[in-house]
């Protein structure tokens, strides 16, 4: 059969495996994004029996905060892990939608046959950030190292000054605005008219759901014990809107009655995921039963910059609000086709808009019982090129603990005003 007349294949999600997230500065504080993503991928391995040579097509995955030594980030990690040293990898990065876009990405070689499996994920460490040599020092040092002669040598590096040797602090700002993502979703719960109560009441719920999952042993097989964790250690199975309701706004101090605190925004933090996929012949032939099927997926990007973001509709974390609409419509389906819908929480707010923002669009609305029904980021943490994993496989194996077919739908924004979105299926 021709390459072109080939049928496009089903995509099964057969498992997934991520280390517990941590609060940055914690117990990961010296742990690297390869260390982290090692420990998340031979979870993995170990506990579906991968080590075989060609047992895994292809590993991709990524990271956002990335030093120099990572530029091969994914090779690096097979190569230091218990997949079999052939394997090829590659690295990928979209923000936050990186863990996303790399299950995607995987996902559409099994669909069209170049490969039989795969694995896709990401790690990020916020405590473990790379420093940059201040930009006036590294020109000094580049016209020291480009000079021909002693003296001239000498002369550059006479330029150096005390102030020189303070390091570039990576900040959570947008490069265009210089603005950090908690400032920028403060500007979009303004615009759509999003309060403190709403933002604490999601916030609470998404403590006590990851809680309850944790309880009922949801995680037993998708948590990798890893230095000393054995859960999320941001989650907080008492937390309450009472509780939540006695922090202090942190984000748009500059507006009257701001909203959005600790509480309600995810905190920066350390982890990594993988995410197993593979054809339905693969997964057969391994005596592995799938969890669901990737069956749709979107891209999309907003304006943030010079669009319409006071007026909410172009806020740097509103691309889902695009997205979703173009996908559904390519698939013909609805919100209501949807037994279960999963949307990063980068802020509390920043959900409550998107859901707005459907709303608005005619998609209808969500009902929430259906929305993180085993938590999202605002208990877990956010881990940013790890998250999208976590969500794949934690929806997947959500959708394969229903008796009858279902869907669930994922939102990820990302920095940049983008936003990755997917559809999984249990058939």
């Known amino acids: 059969m021709s390459p072109e007349n080939r049928p496009v294949r089903r995509v099964a999600v057969v498992a997934g495996a991520r280390i517990p997230f941590a609060r940055s500065d914690g117990p990961y504080a010296t742990a690297s994004n390869q260390q982290m993503l090692t420990a998340a991928l031979d979870g993995l391995v170990e506990r579906y029996g991968l080590h075989d040579p060609g047992a895994v097509g292809e590993f991709v995955a990524g990271a956002v905060l990335k030093h120099s030594r990572d530029f091969n980030l994914a090779r690096e990690t097979v190569l230091g892990s218990a997949l079999h040293p052939t394997t090829p990898a590659y690295d990928i990065q979209q923000a936050c939608g990186t863990g996303l876009q790399a299950v995607i990405a995987a996902a559409n070689k099994i669909a069209l046959g170049q490969t039989e499996s795969a694995v896709a994920g990401g790690a990020d460490t916020a405590s473990d950030a790379p420093l940059g040599v201040n930009d006036t020092l590294r020109r000094v040092l580049l016209e020291a190292r480009r000079a021909r002669s002693l003296g001239a040598r000498l002369k550059a590096l006479a330029k150096v000054r005390p102030a020189h040797l303070v390091p570039d602090i990576p900040r959570n700002a947008e490069p265009r605005t210089g603005l950090s993502m908690g400032e920028h979703a403060a500007v979009t719960a303004r615009a759509w008219g999003i309060g403190r109560a709403a933002q604490d009441e999601l916030a609470a719920a998404s403590h006590q759901r990851l809680a309850a999952a944790y309880e009922r042993g949801f995680f037993q097989d998708l948590v990798v014990p890893f230095r000393g964790l054995a859960r999320d250690q941001n989650l907080r199975p008492g937390s309450t809107v009472e509780k939540l309701a006695a922090l202090k706004p942190v984000f748009g101090l500059d507006q009257p009655e701001p909203t959005m605190t600790a509480g309600n925004s995810t905190p920066l933090t350390d982890g990594a995921a993988t995410v197993l996929l593979a054809s339905e012949e693969w997964a057969r032939q391994r005596g592995l039963e799938p969890l669901a099927y990737l069956t749709a997926h979107e891209t999309a990007a907003v304006d943030f910059v010079g669009g319409d973001a006071a007026g909410g509709e172009d806020g740097l974390l509103m691309a889902p609000a695009y ?105």
């Open 323 to 427: 997205a979703v609409p173009r996908m559904l419509e390519r698939a013909g389906l609805g919100l209501g086709d949807f037994e279960l819908v999963e949307i990063h929480e980068a802020f509390a707010s920043q959900v409550l808009a998107t859901l707005a923002a459907w709303e608005k669009r005619g998609l209808g609305t969500v009902d929430r019982a259906r929305l993180n029904v085993a938590g999202s980021s605002l208990a877990t943490g956010h881990p940013f090129a790890a998250t999208g994993a976590r969500i794949v496989a934690t929806l997947a194996k959500l959708l394969a603990e229903r008796d009858a077919p279902a869907r669930g739908l994922i939102s990820v924004c990302a920095a940049g005003g983008q936003g990755v979105t997917a559809v999984l299926e249990r058939a």
